[in-house]
């Protein structure tokens, strides 16, 4: 509901750091999301492929690297990847967690030639 | 081909924004409270009750953002100090307020008359956790209706809640909702959120509530 403005800062985030590499073209844009964000890829290509328009970006594949959600238990310490929406850490059983990764969106780096 | 290292938050934009922001708050001691919930939980009926009886004590002002109408801020007209309403239908996003908004917002309001700005977010419990505003409290109302899994079933929301708030005690007798379970949740995502029982019907649970406020905002006046 909200990748317009988001999919705003890619292209901005990436046409600053082409042109700084004095790129012609952008190739690929490799983008971390988090499972946990509520960020959809398929919305931020779309927008893009419109935002990105007669810019050296236009044309530009965008690749997504989905983060599992990871969670770590208070208690025990634990990491582990929740199987379903009940949050409970598998080895103790306590329900009081901290979201160790999965709530990212980031670049991570941009192809150009 | 050539590859590029970027590593950059791409939410950045809207973060420094929302620092930009609370400079200019803390500048004038306006403290700010975030109001999330799904519509209808009552975010306009506890700011209304909020104002009600913090009259006289404080001078608060209201951003209310909507994505259409401005029936929210003329319900809150004559009691606020300063209201502004934000529509969010013509923005490039219209699910969430963002700092950029609330920039815009703290332009066209008498900061230095203003000790809070109650801050009543879009309803919805998704989008409002990815964006944060400049405030310093960011409190989140869940009513008996909606049932006692949202915690579960939107963490992120509640993860980054200062305060929790159940609305709609009065409705306890006709509803499946487990406070404790609810707690249980809550407690899990976030242990140290506070937690506060209302009904905005009844005054159940008000007092205690502006006496949080009034609390946040003296310790916050004398940090400054």
Not at chain 2, 168 to 190: E, Q
Request: hydrophobic fraction near 40%.
């Amino acid at each position: 509901m909200h990748e317009l403005g988001v999919t705003e800062n890619i292209v901005n985030i990436t046409l600053a750091k082409a042109g700084e590499a004095q790129a012609s073209k952008v190739l690929k844009i490799n983008v971390v999301v988090g499972e946990l964000s509520g960020f959809v890829p398929d919305c931020i290509q779309f927008y893009f492929d419109t935002l990105s328009k007669d810019t050296i970006a236009q044309g530009a594949v965008l690749h997504f690297e989905t983060v599992p959600t990871h969670l770590r238990c208070r208690n025990c310490s634990t990491i582990f990847h929740p199987k379903d929406t009940l949050w409970s850490c598998p080895k103790c059983g306590s329900q009081s967690v901290e979201i160790f990764k999965g709530r990212e969106l980031y670049i991570e780096s941009v192809e150009v030639e | 081909m050539k590859k590029i290292e970027v590593v950059q938050n791409v939410l950045e934009a809207n973060e420094t924004i929302a620092s930009r922001n609370q400079q200019l708050l803390d500048k004038h001691r306006v403290f700010v409270i975030n109001i999330m919930s799904a519509p209808g939980a009552g975010k306009t009926s506890l700011i209304l009750r909020t104002l009600t009886k913090l009259k006289g004590r404080l001078n608060i002002a209201v951003i209310e953002g909507d994505v259409a109408s401005t029936v929210d801020a003329e319900k809150v007209q004559s009691e606020a100090k300063s209201v502004v309403q934000i529509n969010t239908r013509n923005m490039p996003e219209s699910c969430s307020l963002m700092a950029v908004m609330i920039e815009s917002a703290l332009k066209d309001m008498p900061l230095d008359n203003i000790d809070l700005i109650l801050i009543e977010n879009v309803g919805n419990l998704i989008c409002p956790a990815e964006f944060t505003l400049g405030e310093h409290k960011r409190v989140v109302i869940s009513s008996l209706p909606e049932g006692d899994d949202k915690p579960i079933k939107y963490p992120l929301i509640f993860i980054d809640a200062d305060a929790v708030i159940i609305n709609k005690m009065d409705l306890l007798p006709h509803v499946d909702f487990d406070i404790a379970a609810f707690r249980r949740s809550i407690a899990g995502l976030n242990p140290k959120a506070e937690f506060f029982q209302i009904s905005c019907k009844t005054g159940e649970g008000i007092e205690k509530w502006c006496s949080w406020i009034l609390k946040q905002v003296e310790t916050h006046a004398m940090e400054r």
